[in-house]
């Protein structure tokens, strides 16, 4: 049966190149890479080069609960659309996707399946926020592949059509037969051919883990298996070996990278889009205000201060919680000594990082472009949780072409975010 169509504005609504369908722990995320530098490297690509006419979907088996406290640790890009609960919730915005939870409720009896999976003793129900409306999960204790296949029959027995996902060895997810990370994905593509249209130079999945299987499964899209992916994920690869499948040297993020490089899904090719050299221009600055501030800069910082420079006009105006100051008051203050180790010693808790985690540019009067972002400060520290003591800004910046292709930032205004906003506060498209 074929999913309805719908009209529910959103993501899906506008032509895009290219999306990136992710999954997360030990994908998007290398929880070993404790300052995150592979991750902030692919924010950055998809902030200059991507963001403008593609799309991020997050895929996880992480409810929105458990979402949410990721996304609240670590440096993630504000998704697009958010894919979770093992491909049973659809969300847009934080919005849940009612066409898609429709479609899963035909035929799914919850309360007999949960029944019949409690009787299995190696099986333990895991923790309440991870009992979603169409995903029943649970840990397996012992016996795993024999516990799977009798759960598996008896559930057939009972005339029950159910979806049995084991992943990563320890987890058992039990979902409507309808529903999976590639079902999911393979929705959101219908819902596109009745729309805008699907992504023009193609989708690229990437996993770790035997949930992600069906992603990979998907007609048509390009798939990354991360260096640190599960045996299942790595069995099924090896067994549908084809040019679409990039199996990556690299762990996490880096192995994303790794592969829109092999794809060649990160356009290069000048000259861009003025809207895309904007997004270049105003990631350029903060990446050197960063290194600045986070005390990472390149020695000697002065070559890191004149870069910044580069990318200010000359009446180029800032304001941060009631200081304000031109363009050379802000040089001398970002290059001043030690401005980059007080940060750190504020806080005393490991390496401070620095990113955007959404930015979207408009057309503004008189050759102007007007940019409005989310900027994050965290420190990381191996072992340690530091969401914290993030701080989060909404940005808000004016740029004007100084000739042809180059664009200066003349206005930068923050506004301080309070903890329950940070991250919900993201600029609409």
């Known amino acids: 049966m074929q999913p309805s169509k719908t009209t529910q504005q959103g993501p899906l609504d506008r032509e895009v190149r290219f999306a990136l369908v992710s999954d997360l722990d030990w994908t998007m995320v290398d929880h070993n890479d404790h300052t995150h530098d592979k991750l902030l490297r692919l924010n950055h690509v998809w902030n200059t080069d991507l963001s403008h006419d593609s799309l991020l979907v997050y895929s996880t088996g992480r409810s929105p609960h458990l979402y949410e406290e990721l996304a609240a640790e670590v440096p993630l890009l504000v998704p697009d659309i958010l894919v979770c609960s093992v491909g049973t919730e659809i969300l847009f915005q934080g919005v849940p996707h009612k066409p898609w939870s429709d479609f899963l409720d035909r035929g799914w009896d919850r309360e007999k399946t949960l029944e019949i999976a409690q009787a299995e003793p190696a099986l333990t129900l895991q923790d309440a926020s991870e009992q979603r409306p169409h995903k029943i999960s649970f840990k397996v204790s012992s016996g795993s592949d024999a516990v799977v296949q009798e759960l598996t029959a008896k559930l057939k027995q009972a005339g029950l059509e159910v979806n049995v996902i084991y ?23 219908e819902e596109m051919d009745g729309g805008a249209g699907r992504p023009r130079d193609g989708v690229l999945v990437a996993g770790d883990s035997g949930n992600d299987i069906e992603l990979f499964a998907v007609a048509g899209v390009h798939g990354c298996m991360v260096a640190n992916a599960h045996p299942e994920l790595r069995a099924w690869c090896d067994a549908h070996a084809s040019s679409t499948l ?60 004149a870069r910044l420079g580069e990318f200010l006009s000359d009446d180029f105006f800032y304001k941060h919680e ?60 191996a072992g340690d949780h530091t969401g914290d003591v993030r701080r989060t800004y909404r940005v808000c910046m004016e740029l004007q072409e100084a000739e042809p292709g180059r664009w200066l930032v003349s206005r930068q205004v923050y506004e301080t975010l309070k903890p329950g906003e940070a991250y919900n506060s993201v600029p609409a498209a």
């Open 167 to 189: 992943s990563a060895g320890v987890d058992l997810d039990l979902l409507p037969a309808a529903a999976s990370k590639g079902k999911a994905l393979a929705f959101l593509l």
């Open 246 to 305: 990039f199996q990556a040297s690299e762990d996490g993020p880096g192995a994303i990278f790794q592969a829109l490089e092999h794809f060649e899904f990160v356009k290069h090719a000048e000259p861009r889009p003025a809207g895309v050299a904007v997004r270049r221009a105003v990631v350029g600055m903060t990446t050197a205000a960063a290194e600045l501030f986070c005390g990472i800069a390149p020695q000697p910082p002065t070559d890191t201060v």
């Open 322 to 381: 009631g200081v304000e100051c031109g363009k050379q008051e802000y040089l001398d203050y970002l290059g001043g000594p030690g401005y980059g180790g007080m940060a750190q010693e504020a806080a005393g808790r490991g390496e401070w990082r620095e990113w955007l985690g959404a930015i979207v540019v408009r057309e503004g009067v008189a050759n102007t472009w007007k940019v409005e972002a989310v900027e994050r400060v965290q420190p990381f520290k």
